[in-house]
């Protein structure tokens, strides 16, 4: 079955404790994004790749890193987490060519202490 | 925690009637428009699509109308059922997601 796969689905954890939330697709796609979703905000990109080793800025990348060592996978590295990433975040990806829509995974819901 | 559906516009629709969800965009050159649904606890999911030399397109149950005249898309539901309960988002060449519209349907 295609899908992205996003691990933790729920983190309580405290300001300053470093961590990774995982996201891994098994559709070979080149484009992988992640986004904070807050209420009355709607969707925010704060990360994406367009390929390995090939990452930029979204919208909202302050406080966060993310790496591209293998093409299915596409981490979220909070360094030193504050409790303004409290959020919904989400992984998303699809393939390069033309117009095609996302695939998103089921989202990681992190609460900063 | 907190449901994305709050703070958001909310259509409340009887089963069986039919939904129509708006979205105004901003860029007069984007060529590409995707409707997604969310619903509780989950990601968005991709529903239909229109490129903009198009301007109807139908799937099953949901049929998507663009207007780029006033840069407006819409999306229709007929016969909508419990399970088309969700939030709604709008998406411009992909990336730019509009904030999202909430569903309820009344059974």
């Known amino acids: 079955e295609a899908q992205v796969t996003q691990n933790p689905r729920y983190l309580i954890t405290v300001t300053g404790k470093k961590l990774t939330v995982t996201c891994s697709q098994n559709?070979?796609?080149?484009?992988m994004s992640w986004y904070r979703q807050d209420p009355g905000l709607g969707l925010r990109q704060i990360y994406y790749?367009?390929?390995?080793?090939?990452?930029d800025k979204g919208d909202v990348p302050e406080g966060y890193k993310v790496s591209r060592k293998e093409k299915r996978n596409f981490p979220l590295i909070l360094e030193s987490p504050s409790p303004n990433q409290t959020s919904l975040y989400f992984c998303?990806?699809?393939?390069?060519?033309?117009?095609?829509?996302?695939?998103f995974g089921d989202g990681t819901r992190l609460s900063i202490l | 925690g907190e449901s994305v559906g709050l703070h958001l516009p909310t259509l409340s629709v009887q089963e069986g009637d039919n939904s129509i969800i708006n979205c105004a965009y901003s860029?007069?050159?984007?060529?590409?428009f995707i409707w997604y649904k969310q619903e509780s606890g989950k990601g968005p999911q991709f529903i239909i699509d229109?490129?903009?030399?198009?301007d109807k397109r139908q799937g099953q149950r949901v049929t998507v109308l663009l207007n780029k005249t006033v840069k407006h898309l819409s999306l229709q539901i007929a016969a909508t059922q419990p399970g088309d309960s969700a939030v709604y988002f709008c998406?411009?060449?992909?990336?730019?997601f509009g904030k999202g519209n909430q569903v309820v349907v009344i059974p």
């Open positions: 998303a990806s699809n393939p390069l060519g033309g117009n095609q829509p996302q695939h």
């Open positions: 559709m070979n796609h080149e484009y």
């Open positions: 790749s367009m390929n390995v080793e090939v990452t």
């Open positions: 860029n007069s050159a984007s060529d590409y």
């Open positions: 229109i490129r903009s030399n198009m």
């Open positions: 998406a411009e060449n992909r990336l730019a």
